[in-house]
């Protein structure tokens, strides 16, 4: 589904930039659902924006379900990945469905001005998408009037109505409580279940281990660790990564591994 | 234009005389009256205000006899042109409603019309027609549809630099029911003659006693005689 | 398992909820668009029935049913005795004229003003934040000196007048063209890999408006004779002004009114910010290029017959924002309507207000009714913000 070659990625101008990732070498298959991790700075987020097409590769290649993502329109490729991105500014005077009915915009002709409303699927898209995304109740509420976690919700719902194939989240639940969490990741592995492939890149190593049979960690713009969440999330690699003591204990329910910060251990460190 | 200070003293001048108006030009003014140079403001929005600044102007430049010689000469011509009116409108059966009403117009894109305050209304008047713009001011902003309310029986356009390029009137397919369109009425005349103050807003009055009445035998003009606007 | 239990209920009920609430919905949504088009059928009632009120009122003489005579008689279907020549000049050459003029010059104004706030994402953007309306005031003032367009060029457009709009148009796309290639530049040393920062083109924007008034400024000193065509002109004004005006812009102003509503969605992507636009899958830079062009031909246009009129790209779109939501595909015609209603209005009251057919400066009218009107409204809106909140 994803495949990434040698990806080199700069921020500024395209020679003198400041390189951000050096040479990303990545594969993610159909119907994956891999986490991105990493401590802050190490490129999840470029990472997630390159593959989006969002920043262009200074070398290397993205494919995106065997096509060159250089080669896809901006439309073809909406057609073919639909992202959640932190931070999204939501513009004032527009309702939650009219905001979810943007995703739609790669389905409609290129004729989509004035006088072509939305076409009946798109609407029905729409409120699959709320419905998903726990968001029906919003849907006739003022965008900009939500909380933080309100606006995540609509802009999953946004997402999935863009298109469920393959979803990128760029710690798209951050901002939500405990529960909500919890409830947008049953989501997501529904979706996952359904045959979406995913890719999140977060923060909460522990949601990661929950929930991503696969994780893939950077560190300093490069691939660090990539495997199946049950061998490489261990004490020696998370403490190699992060740069701080950190112990794994097993989930109470799951089982899966789960990390704990010890306190006082990064004074321990530099002393 | 405001005057430049520099370039005028300069010129070392013994006299510098301002024509009265222009806001502007009463700041250089009193500078320059604080340099210590002797400056004369005038004021001539009559007739009579002209020729009192002619004969001040005569006594400041040591020239008194000559410019009495003018004012008279001056005035005797307008008498003559006011004679000929009064026996004509002012008699108790006409009256000043059988003047031609008379719009003239200063400047052209930005419609602006002579009001009643300046030297142009009275050139009209002498000139035995009636100046149709009430606007007690000098200049008035007019309207296109005010100029059709107003049914002007003769045009003037002046050309100068107020007014550097003004279309003819029947070039301007809006004003071409005004009377003075339909009959023909219509004139250019030169800026410097009609709305500057001098001597030559006599020769003014008597060019356009002339175009307005030409069934009076008029004294011939001094200067030649304005272009028709339709060229003919 | 008492959670699930009660989840499970909960669950039940939502769903029952979503059944009805989804025919709700739809009857909602029909009821939002009904709404919609009632205010829309609104605004264009009131423009005809101003169209023609305005035909009726002006210092000349004229009662309604000679206004209605003289319009009648205007597009071939006379009634009873000729209307007077010179009445039939002034309600159908004069002001006829004038109310479609003005009422083009507001829509497009309107229309364009809506486009850079949504392009910009900036509120304050108007075809003046650009530089566009300066551009378009420079092209025609170097037209206007260089003679290419004649001194006479608002008295019947005779020799090269068809130029003036031209070269308003040109250079409202010179400054557009400067303002993005500035934009552009800073955007690159800023690290935002050339993408364009709204910041950045607001900074360009004023940076290059306040050049070409300076250049204006020069060009009328070192020309004291134009100096009355060119105040006039820049003033903004429909004075003096017909039919052969309308002829003149109509077409451009068809351009870009097609150009900028056949891209109306796009300015709804366009307002979520650049990444969120190209994410959907909108070609960003493309896209704002073309709206950015439309909104340029509008607002060139509208200089070119009617000089610079600030307030109507600014207020109208702000209003209806409030009105009808931010929803471009309403937006923008909504602004054409209320953009031309206004403008109409205003140029009444520019030739009707001061006695003796003087007249004011339409800008001016537009300010005093906008400015008002508006705070108004931004204060209404501000306390039912705060009651919705609290």
Known sequence: MIRVTNLRVRYGRPKSGRE????????????????????????????????????????????????????????????????????????????????????RYAHTGALSGLFSDHG???????????????????????????????????????????????????????????????????????????????????????LAALYCPRLVFLKAGAVALDGPTTEIFTETNLRDIYETDIRVAAHPVTGAPQAHLVPGAAAAALG | ???????????????????????????????????????????????????????????????????????????????????????????????????????????????????????????????????????????????????????????????????????????????????????????????????????????????????????????????TTPTRKDGK | MMTTGAGGDRADARADDRAGGRAQERDHRSAIRGAKAFW?????????????????????????????????????????????????????????????LAWLTGASLAVAGCVFQGVLRNPLADAFTLGVSGGAAFGASVAILSGLAGHAAFNGLGGGAGLLPL???????????????????????GGMGGAMRRETLVLAGIVVSTFLSALISLLKSLDEESVASIVFWIMGSFQGRGFEHVRLAWSYMAVGLGLVLWRARELDLLALGEGQARLLGLDAGRSRLWLLIGASLLSGAAVAVSGVIGFVGLVVPHLLRLVVGAGHRTLLPASALLGGLLL?????????????????????????IGGPFFCLLLGRSGRMNGRGQS
């Open chain 1, 20 to 103: 951000v990732l050096h040479g990303i070498d990545l594969r993610i298959a159909r119907g994956e659902f891999v986490g991105l991790l990493g401590p802050n700075g190490s490129g999840k987020t470029t990472l997630i924006k390159a593959l989006a097409g969002l920043l262009p590769a200074a070398s290397g290649r993205i494919e995106i379900a065997g096509t060159d993502i250089r080669c896809l329109s901006h439309r073809e490729r909406a057609l073919r990945l639909s992202c959640v991105m932190q931070r999204a500014e939501v513009p004032a005077g527009y309702s939650v469905r009219e905001l979810v009915l943007m995703g």
């Open chain 1, 120 to 206: 009946p699927e798109d609407h029905a898209a729409a409120e699959a998408a709320l419905k998903d995304a726990r968001a029906l109740d919003l849907a006739e509420r003022q965008a900009a009037e939500l909380s933080g976690g309100e606006v995540q919700r609509v802009l999953l719902a946004r997402a999935l109505a863009q298109g469920r194939e393959l979803l990128l989240l760029d710690e798209a639940v951050s901002a939500l409580d405990m529960a909500r969490r919890v409830e947008a990741y049953d989501l997501l592995a529904t979706l996952n279940t359904g045959g979406s492939t995913v890719l999140s890149a977060l923060h909460d190593l522990n």
């Open chain 2, 1 to 223: 234009m405001r005057p430049n200070i520099e370039a005028v003293l300069a010129q070392k001048p013994d006299l510098v005389l301002q024509l009265a108006g222009r806001k502007e030009a009463s700041q250089p003014v009193e500078a320059l009256r604080k340099l210590g140079v002797n400056v004369a403001v005038f004021h001539a929005s009559t007739f009579a205000e002209l020729f009192s600044v002619i004969r001040r102007v005569g006594i400041l430049t040591g020239s008194q006899p000559q410019a009495e010689a003018m004012v008279r000469g001056l005035e005797a011509r307008l008498a003559r042109l006011d004679a000929r009116f009064d026996a004509r409108f002012n008699t108790r059966f006409a009256t000043a409603a059988t003047r031609p009403r008379v719009f003239f117009e200063v400047r052209s894109p930005n419609l602006l019309a002579a009001g009643q305050a300046g030297i142009v209304a009275e050139i009209i008047r002498r000139a035995g027609g009636e100046n149709c713009v009430a606007d007690p001011t000098k200049f008035a902003h007019v309207s296109e549809e005010e100029v059709l309310r107003l049914a002007p029986t003769a045009y003037l356009i002046q050309r100068g630099p107020m007014n550097p390029a003004p279309l003819p009137l029947d070039q301007r397919p809006r004003l071409r029911a005004i009377p003075a369109a339909a009959t023909g009425r219509a004139w250019f005349v030169d800026e410097q003659k009609y709305s500057r103050p001098g001597p030559r807003n006599v020769d003014a009055a008597e060019e356009l006693a002339g175009l307005l009445h030409p069934e009076l035998k008029s004294p011939a003009p001094k200067t």
């Open chain 3, 40 to 100: 829309i059928a609104c605004i264009c009632a009131a423009t005809l029935a101003s169209g023609v009120a305005a035909c009726g009122l002006g210092s000349f003489p004229s009662t309604p049913a000679e206004t209605l005579r003289a319009l009648l008689q205007a597009v071939g279907f006379g009634v009873g005795q000729p209307v007077d020549p010179a009445l039939s000049v002034v309600v159908v050459d004069i002001r006829l004229a004038r109310v479609v």
């Open chain 3, 167 to 189: 070269c308003a148009l040109a250079g409202a796309l010179l400054a557009l063209g400067a303002v993005l290639a500035l934009g552009r530049a800073g955007a690159g040393m």
């Open chain 3, 344 to 368: 109409l209005w205003s140029d009444v009251l520019a030739r009707s207000i001061l006695p003796g057919g003087a007249e004011l400066p339409v800008g001016v009218v537009t300010a005093l």
